[in-house]
T-cell receptor, first 112, second 113 residues
Framework: GENVEQHPSTLSVQEGDSAVIKCTYS??????FPWYKQELGKRPQLIID?????GEKKDQRIAVTLNKTAKHFSLHITETQPEDSAVYFC???????????FGTGTRLKVLA | SAVISQKPSRDICQRGTSLTIQCQVD?????MFWYRQQPGQSLTLIAT?????????ESGFVIDKFPISRPNLTFSTLTVSNMSPEDSSIYLC??????????FGSGTQLSVL
């Protein structure tokens, strides 16, 4: 069935460094790829998304890239800050459905 | 984005009992979704709730265990029936704005003893 693999499961970086989280999806019919940030005890929050007709999207310190051929997409966070510490989930949505397949999550720790 | 409220925010329940979780949205939406997040895990779709029709359940989830109501375009309930410790999870309702961007409710943390 449809699957989204996410790596790494945990990531520690020094404050100010960059962090990259990668996801691979299996269903070539997927056309929308959001990223969520979930702080401890809180709901997942949409932080950035990308559609399949776009290769890259940036919003201040975060960016997402998509390689449709390889079925990869990645989240890039630059100049990390302690408040970036959270669990990040990628997801893929199949075209014509409301079904989102979520990755397994990455726990990011930004060390001050 | 829509404001999505859930009640209760957390509960501790005894094995064999049932809990009904309420989800209220501040605008009318066609579809509402219920997700489960087991401890330290990802998000799994339980079912999709349309107003005026029966909910559509994902593989591994059944109506007898997770009955859903959708009486109008701003409200839905999820009941977790005959609970066991394995049902201890966060339950999240959500809506898709513009048919695409998924936003989540405040969540219900359920612990079953």
């Amino acid at each position: 069935g449809e699957n989204v693999e996410q790596h790494p499961s945990t990531l520690s970086v020094q404050e100010g460094d960059s962090a990259v989280i990668k996801c691979t999806y299996s269903d070539s019919a997927s056309n929308y790829f959001p990223w969520y940030k979930q702080e401890l005890g809180k709901r997942p929050q949409l932080i950035i998304d990308i559609r399949s007709n776009v290769g890259e999207k940036k919003d201040q310190r975060i960016a997402v890239t998509l390689n449709k051929t390889a079925k990869h997409f990645s989240l890039h966070i630059t100049e990390t800050q302690p408040e970036d510490s959270a669990v990040y989930f990628c997801a893929a949505k199949q075209v014509g459905t409301y079904k989102y397949i979520f990755g397994t999550g990455t726990r990011l720790k930004v060390l001050a | 984005s829509a404001v999505i409220s859930q009640k209760p925010s957390r509960d501790i329940c005894q094995r064999g009992t049932s809990l009904t979780i309420q989800c209220q949205v501040d605008s009318q939406v066609t579809m509402m979704f219920w997700y489960r997040q087991q401890p330290g895990q990802s998000l799994t779709l339980i079912a999709t709730a349309n107003q005026g029709s029966e909910a559509t359940y994902e593989s591994g989830f059944v109506i007898d265990k997770f009955p859903i109501s959708r009486p109008n375009l701003t409200f839905s309930t999820l009941t977790v029936s005959n609970m066991s410790p394995e049902d201890s999870s966060i339950y999240l309702c959500s809506v898709a704005e513009g048919g695409e961007k998924l936003f989540f409710g405040s969540g219900t943390q359920l612990s079953v003893l």
